[in-house]
């Protein structure tokens, strides 16, 4: 399926964003400003998942004021992409890291490929 015909949404139960370690994310972490890089090395737990994540309920616990750098809607302004590759960017980007973290036959990913194909959901 093309990306152009698809709209990125969130999926329940992943929280692959939520992984942050520096070692994994060094591309995201360089188009962050000072301040931006401050916070997100804050949010950083020894195990490199964030500091917010709640790994049982596989959820955000500050989803509503997690920082603009979470916000995949706000990803291409974030590497000075035109906001008609939002969509597409925001795709690759999940898709990427789903892969990373959870791998390539995951329930995760099939659960986001799915999702592509749906009516848009509400998010959070």
């Not at 329940?12 to 972490?29: F, H, K, S, V, Y």
């Not at 920082?67 to 291409?76: K, M, Q, T």
């Not at 597409?88 to 999702?115: K, P």
């Amino acid at each position: 399926m093309s990306d152009a015909w698809t709209k990125w949404q969130c999926i329940q139960n992943c929280g692959a964003c939520c992984r942050l370690d520096p070692t994994d994310r060094g591309e995201a972490i360089a188009v962050l400003n000072e301040r931006q890089q401050e916070i997100y090395f804050g949010m950083v737990n020894p195990d490199g998942w964030c500091k917010h994540y709640d790994t049982g309920g596989r959820r955000c616990r500050i989803y509503n004021s997690r920082p603009d750098f979470c916000r995949v809607g706000l990803l291409a302004s974030l590497f000075n992409l035109p906001q008609d590759k939002s969509e597409s960017f925001a795709i690759h980007c999940c898709r990427q890291q789903i892969r990373s973290v959870y791998g390539g036959r995951s329930r995760e990913l099939r659960t986001f490929e799915r999702s592509l194909r749906l009516p848009l959901q509400k998010d959070g």
